[in-house]
Protein backbone atom coordinates (compact mmCIF):
# COMPACT_ATOMS: atom_id res chain seq x y z
CA UNK A 1 0.00 0.00 0.00
CA UNK A 2 1.40 2.87 -0.89
CA UNK A 3 0.67 5.56 2.60
CA UNK A 4 2.82 2.25 4.10
CA UNK A 5 5.57 2.19 1.71
CA UNK A 6 6.34 5.52 1.88
CA UNK A 7 6.52 5.40 5.28
CA UNK A 8 8.54 2.21 5.47
CA UNK A 9 11.05 4.30 3.15
CA UNK A 10 11.49 6.75 5.86
CA UNK A 11 12.28 4.83 8.45
CA UNK A 12 15.75 3.30 9.33
CA UNK A 13 16.23 -0.11 8.56
CA UNK A 14 16.21 -2.11 12.79
CA UNK A 15 17.92 -5.71 12.86
CA UNK A 16 14.49 -6.79 14.13
CA UNK A 17 13.60 -7.20 10.43
CA UNK A 18 15.98 -10.22 9.98
CA UNK A 19 13.55 -12.47 8.36
CA UNK A 20 12.99 -10.24 5.40
CA UNK A 21 14.43 -11.90 2.58
CA UNK A 22 14.52 -8.95 -0.22
CA UNK A 23 15.43 -5.21 1.43
CA UNK A 24 13.87 -3.35 -1.90
CA UNK A 25 10.25 -5.35 -1.11
CA UNK A 26 8.79 -2.45 -1.02
CA UNK A 27 9.39 -1.98 -4.61
CA UNK A 28 7.29 -4.63 -5.85
CA UNK A 29 4.38 -4.80 -3.86
CA UNK A 30 1.27 -5.24 -5.37
CA UNK A 31 -0.73 -2.74 -3.49
CA UNK A 32 1.46 0.04 -5.48
CA UNK A 33 -1.08 2.37 -6.71
CA UNK A 34 -3.97 0.78 -5.18
CA UNK A 35 -6.20 2.99 -2.36
CA UNK A 36 -4.51 2.94 0.95
CA UNK A 37 -7.69 3.19 2.51
CA UNK A 38 -8.84 -0.15 1.53
CA UNK A 39 -5.58 -1.55 3.73
CA UNK A 40 -6.76 0.67 6.61
CA UNK A 41 -10.59 -0.30 6.66
CA UNK A 42 -12.56 0.92 9.33
CA UNK A 43 -13.24 -1.40 12.54
CA UNK A 44 -15.71 -4.38 11.60
CA UNK A 45 -15.65 -3.66 7.59
CA UNK A 46 -14.61 -6.61 4.83
CA UNK A 47 -10.66 -6.90 4.56
CA UNK A 48 -11.81 -9.13 1.55
CA UNK A 49 -10.67 -6.38 -1.28
CA UNK A 50 -7.11 -5.81 0.41
CA UNK A 51 -6.89 -9.15 1.49
CA UNK A 52 -7.24 -10.20 -2.78
CA UNK A 53 -4.36 -8.28 -3.64
CA UNK A 54 -2.17 -9.39 -1.05
CA UNK A 55 -3.02 -12.80 -2.30
CA UNK A 56 -0.91 -12.08 -5.72
CA UNK A 57 1.91 -10.68 -3.81
CA UNK A 58 4.99 -11.61 -4.39
CA UNK A 59 6.49 -9.82 -1.59
CA UNK A 60 3.89 -10.95 0.85
CA UNK A 61 6.15 -12.59 2.93
CA UNK A 62 8.66 -9.99 3.46
CA UNK A 63 5.34 -7.59 4.06
CA UNK A 64 4.37 -9.53 6.94
CA UNK A 65 7.45 -9.91 8.52
CA UNK A 66 7.96 -6.61 7.94
CA UNK A 67 5.01 -5.56 10.20
CA UNK A 68 5.79 -8.29 12.57
CA UNK A 69 9.13 -6.59 12.95
CA UNK A 70 7.69 -3.19 13.52
CA UNK A 71 4.73 -4.11 15.43
CA UNK A 72 2.13 -2.77 12.87
CA UNK A 73 -1.19 -2.66 14.68
CA UNK A 74 -3.02 -0.85 12.02
CA UNK A 75 -4.46 -2.18 8.66
CA UNK A 76 -3.55 -5.56 6.52
CA UNK A 77 -0.04 -6.28 5.36
CA UNK A 78 1.25 -9.17 4.10
CA UNK A 79 -2.41 -10.39 3.72
CA UNK A 80 -3.04 -10.23 7.22
CA UNK A 81 -5.29 -8.36 9.67
CA UNK A 82 -4.49 -6.89 13.32
CA UNK A 83 -5.79 -10.00 15.08
CA UNK A 84 -4.01 -12.46 12.43
CA UNK A 85 -0.74 -11.08 12.82
CA UNK A 86 -1.44 -10.87 17.03
CA UNK A 87 -1.61 -14.61 16.87
CA UNK A 88 1.68 -15.10 14.79
CA UNK A 89 3.71 -13.42 17.45
CA UNK A 90 2.06 -14.43 19.96
CA UNK A 91 2.99 -18.18 18.66
CA UNK A 92 6.30 -17.31 17.96
CA UNK A 93 6.55 -15.49 21.51
CA UNK A 94 5.43 -19.01 22.96
CA UNK A 95 8.11 -21.08 20.62
CA UNK A 96 10.71 -18.65 21.56
CA UNK A 97 10.35 -19.62 25.69
CA UNK A 98 10.08 -23.43 24.90
CA UNK A 99 13.49 -24.82 25.25
CA UNK A 100 15.65 -26.29 22.41
CA UNK A 101 14.73 -29.76 20.83
CA UNK A 102 11.30 -29.96 22.44
CA UNK A 103 8.91 -30.16 19.43
CA UNK A 104 5.47 -28.40 19.53
CA UNK A 105 2.20 -30.65 19.40
S1 LIG B 1 1.38 -8.23 0.88
FE1 LIG B 1 -0.29 -6.83 0.52
S2 LIG B 1 0.14 -5.04 1.77
FE2 LIG B 1 2.01 -6.22 1.61
S3 LIG B 1 3.13 -5.34 -0.10
FE3 LIG B 1 1.93 -7.04 -0.89
S4 LIG B 1 -0.01 -6.19 -1.58
FE4 LIG B 1 0.99 -4.66 -0.29
Redesign the pocket.
Known amino acids: ?PQQVIQILKQPTTGADSRIQDPDWQSK???LGVDPDL?FPERGASTKEAKG??KG?V??ED?LEYALANGEKFG????MSERERRRIRRARAIAARRPSGVASA
Not at 76 to 79: D, L, P, S, T
Open positions: MANCFVCCVRCIWGG
